[in-house]
């Protein structure tokens, strides 16, 4: 069965520290695999996409199929980068997007 | 100009009741979404349409009713609601497959 594993329900880092939020999956093919986030008080909204292999905010993420991973890294968080973050799977030609439990990720001053 | 509105924001009802929650989006997307969100946080999807083609119904009970009259709107209708359909529901859009965007929530409270 496809699904998207977040193990983490929180973490706390301190600014200015490494951050990893971690994803891993189980997907019969080729994966399409996004990172969403949703701030406080605001709308859940794309991050970034593994086949963009683009940078956004400082965020990197790397799709790794032989560990069927896709861990979101920042190298040195921010305040503001404290919020809720998703792991999500295409699946189903692209009509069924499969969310992980999501991270709340909480940066100390 | 909001691209994926929901009506109603919150909406606090008996069980039994029928309540509708309404979305449109006005970025032409062909694709329309609705997920369930729970009081842990959990998304989970329940419906998706492709201009206005049921595509996904994921084994959400008969009582949950979706109507697309055009490929704008995605409409939930809820029948005889019960506690446990307490939770916030997002609509969302996609034209990309996958790159969803989603509107800001309907916190339904079931008492």
């Known amino acids: 069965a496809q699904r998207v594993t977040q193990p983490e329900k929180l973490l706390s880092v301190f600014k200015g520290a490494p951050v990893e939020l971690k994803c891993n999956y189980s997907y019969s093919g080729s994966p399409e695999l996004f990172w969403y986030v949703q701030y406080s008080r605001q709308r859940l909204q794309l991050l970034l996409r593994h086949i963009s292999r683009e940078s956004i905010k400082g965020f990197t993420a790397d799709l790794n199929k032989g560990e069927t991973s896709f861990h979101l890294k920042k190298p040195f968080a921010q305040e503001e980068d404290s919020a809720m973050y998703y792991c999500?799977?295409?699946?189903?030609?692209?009509?069924?997007?499969?969310f992980g439990a999501g991270t709340r990720l909480f940066v100390k001053a | 100009d909001t691209a994926v509105s929901q009506t109603p924001k919150y909406l606090v009802t008996q069980m039994g009741n029928d309540k509708s929650i309404k979305c449109e989006q006005n970025l032409g997307h062909d694709t329309m979404y609705w997920y369930k969100q729970d009081s842990k946080k959990f998304l989970k999807i329940m419906f998706s349409y492709n201009n206005k083609e049921l595509i996904i119904n994921e084994t959400v009970p008969n009582r949950f009713s979706p109507k697309s009259p055009d490929k704008a709107h995605l409409n939930l209708h809820i029948n005889s609601l019960e506690l446990g359909d307490s939770a916030v529901y997002f609509c969302a859009s996609s034209q990309n497959l996958g790159v969803l965007t989603f509107g800001a929530g309907s916190r339904l409270t079931v008492l």
């Open positions: 999500a799977l295409n699946d189903t030609g692209g009509f069924k997007t499969i």
